[in-house]
């Protein structure tokens, strides 16, 4: 079963204008949520992460994503975006007493002009 | 401070070979986690080493296999090469199994096709 699932694969957006990444968690994966960024041909990024305390989490960048419990949500905002935001965008989970990242799909965002 | 190297950062296969990929952990790190991003999907867990043990393992055939040196560097070695295999073969490490505290840095990846 899916435990991590963002639920837009693409996000077109016009430059400067705000952005939402949307990521929803299964109960059973989460107390650490992640939000990573793949350039072309590159690795994973950290952006920012949410292990305890403020449901409120800022990241690099200018990005944040607020905690939801009760929605199982992490959704991930810009209030602007630049043409270089456009990359691959992974929600990711891990359990408390286990080791390994659940992903989701990924969300495409692609900044234009 | 170096972070996470992989090697090669491209290679082609036939069906049916053996290839071994490395990793070399960013300076201070003592545990190397792999993962198979597949196209168009988020990464998938392979396996985790430390202290030169497989600590836990993903959803994958035996055919993937692992091993940690004492200098904490990393192979993946997949045998028996399925046109499915292509993917591009991520390696993170970290400070310690969990990596709770001090996170995990990743590299770019090794992108493997099979053909």
């Known amino acids: 079963a899916q435990s991590v699932t963002q639920l837009d694969s693409q996000v077109p957006v016009f430059e400067e204008a705000p952005v939402e990444l949307r990521c929803n968690y299964s109960?059973?994966?989460?107390?650490?949520l992640f939000w990573y960024v793949q350039y072309p041909n590159q690795g994973l990024q950290l952006l920012l992460k949410?292990?305890?305390?403020?449901?409120l989490v800022k990241g690099i960048n200018g990005f944040e994503a607020e905690f939801n419990k009760s929605q199982t949500s992490f959704h991930l905002r810009k209030p602007s975006v630049h043409i270089s935001d456009t990359a691959e965008y992974f929600c990711?989970?891990?359990?408390?007493?286990?080791?390994?990242?659940?992903f989701g799909s990924g969300t495409k965002l692609n900044v234009k002009p | 401070d170096a972070g996470v190297t992989q090697s090669p950062t491209h290679l082609i296969k036939t069906r049916g070979q053996q290839v071994t990929l490395r990793c070399s952990p960013k300076?201070?790190?003592?545990?190397v986690s792999w993962y198979q991003q597949a196209l168009g999907q988020g990464p998938q867990f392979i396996f985790q080493y430390y202290e030169e043990e497989e600590r836990q393992r993903g959803n994958f055939p035996d055919r993937f296999s692992g091993h940690q040196f004492p200098n904490y560097s990393s192979e993946l070695n997949v045998n028996a090469l399925l046109l499915g295999d292509s993917a591009l073969y991520l390696c993170?490490?970290?400070?310690?199994?969990?990596?709770?505290?001090?996170?995990?840095?990743f590299g770019s990846g090794t992108r493997l096709t099979v053909v």
């Open positions: 300076s201070g790190h003592d545990t």
């Open positions: 109960s059973s994966v989460s107390v650490y």
């Open positions: 949410y292990l305890s305390g403020s449901t």
């Open positions: 990711a989970g891990r359990r408390d007493n286990f080791n390994k990242f659940y």
């Open positions: 993170a490490s970290s400070l310690d199994p969990r990596g709770r505290n001090y996170g995990y840095t």
